[in-house]
T-cell receptor, first 112, second 115 residues
Framework: DAKTTQPPSMDCAEGRAANLPCNHS???????VYWYRQIHSQGPQYIIH???NNETNEMASLIITEDRKSSTLILPHATLRDTAVYYC?????????????FGQGTRLTINP | DVKVTQSSRYLVKRTGEKVFLECVQD?????MFWYRQDPGLGLRLIYF???????EKGDIPEGYSVSREKKERFSLILESASTNQTSMYLC??????????????FGPGTRLTVL
């Protein structure tokens, strides 16, 4: 399985953009990059995913480098509610199901 | 609204007991998953199922079994609970197929303590 590497923790000021990096140097051509987050005492929540193009939705933007070896999740205007652990995941297909391999994630703290 | 529910939020069991953790989804999803989450180890996949009566081992299946008799329900079974199975257990579901993407929807988790 492709492995991802993320910084263990980051801080960001409220209202500023939070940029969360992820390395996935062993990713193969057909593997997607997913981002989930987990707010304390809740199950993980899907944020965004991408293959090779940059993606944007109502929650965040995902920038994937041209060689696909790394990506950055951008929360454009972080709020206190964005404090969570953010997981960068590479999807693996096993049989008919998609297997998500969660790493340690980045604990993002948004400061007032 | 999409919903994955787990039978208990907190559970305390004794060593050697048989434990059932139930998960139900109301989204008609084909795929269902069981993870455990431990400090410093992140989420690890125990078992998953991509169809009724089908199951696949995840990364840490030892000491666990699963049952999927109906599409909406996926049960995790600890045949003889041990203290090292004290953990947060998370269930998830997703649409089937190998299409573009199938977001996994997670339940709130069951915190199991084995004494």
């Amino acid at each position: 399985d492709a492995k991802t590497t993320q910084p263990p923790s980051m801080d960001c000021a409220e209202g500023r953009a939070a940029n969360l990096p992820c390395n996935h140097s062993t990713i193969s051509g057909n593997e997607y990059v997913y981002w989930y987050r987990q707010i304390h005492s809740q199950g993980p929540q899907y944020i965004i995913h991408g293959l090779k193009n940059n993606e944007t939705n109502e929650m965040a933007s995902l920038i994937i480098t041209e060689d696909r070896k790394s990506s950055t999740l951008i929360l454009p205007h972080a709020t206190l509610r964005d404090t969570a652990v953010y997981y960068c995941i590479v999807r693996v297909l096993v049989g008919g199901a998609q297997k998500l391999v969660f790493g340690q994630g980045t604990r993002l703290t948004i400061n007032p | 609204d999409v919903k994955v529910t787990q039978s208990s939020r907190y559970l305390v069991k004794r060593t050697g007991e048989k434990v059932f953790l139930e998960c139900v989804q109301d989204m008609d999803h084909e795929n269902m998953f069981w993870y455990r989450q431990d400090p410093g180890l992140g989420l690890r996949l125990i078992y998953f199922s991509y169809d009724v009566k089908m199951k696949e081992k995840g990364d840490i299946p030892e000491g666990y079994s699963v049952s999927r008799e109906k599409k909406e329900r996926f049960s995790l079974i600890l045949e003889s609970a041990s203290t090292n199975q004290t953990s947060m257990y998370l269930c998830a579901s997703s649409l089937g197929g190998t299409g573009n993407y199938n977001e996994q929807f997670f339940g709130p988790g069951t915190r199991l303590t084995v004494l």
